[in-house]
């Protein structure tokens, strides 16, 4: 199980890519965020609804799954569909930051196109 600490610094190293991709000024009209669900974290990019601004669509990017058992991160990405299949560029890593880097960097243009 992953602690409270453990996942306070996760919030903040996903916080620093979300902040590096959409510049200040733009962020009324697209951001990202993400959400924790056990020991899995979705990064999502949502955008205001076309006709109806007030209400905001989600588009999955990533999703980043930690196995207690082997003390591992594993990457996923979304299919056409939105669900997720495993990423297969990159093994399960110790280090969160590893898979961070590799959606960041998008070697593949499967995470940001």
Not at 15 to 28: L, N, S, T
Request: aromatic share 10%; glycine share 4%; net charge positive.
């Amino acid at each position: 199980m992953l602690s409270k600490g453990n996942k306070i610094l996760i919030d903040a190293k996903i916080q620093r890519i979300c902040d590096a991709r959409v510049p200040e000024h733009i962020r009324d009209k697209v951001r990202l965020l993400h959400r924790w669900r056990g020991n899995t974290i979705t990064l999502i990019e949502t955008r205001p609804y076309f006709q109806d601004h007030s209400r905001w669509t989600e588009c999955p990017i990533a999703k980043f799954t930690y196995t207690p058992a082997t003390k591992k991160w594993t990457l996923y990405c979304p299919n056409r569909n939105g669900a997720f299949r495993l990423y297969g560029e990159i093994k399960p890593v110790a280090d969160i930051q590893a898979l961070l880097d590799e959606v960041n960097r998008d070697a593949t243009h499967i995470f940001w196109g």
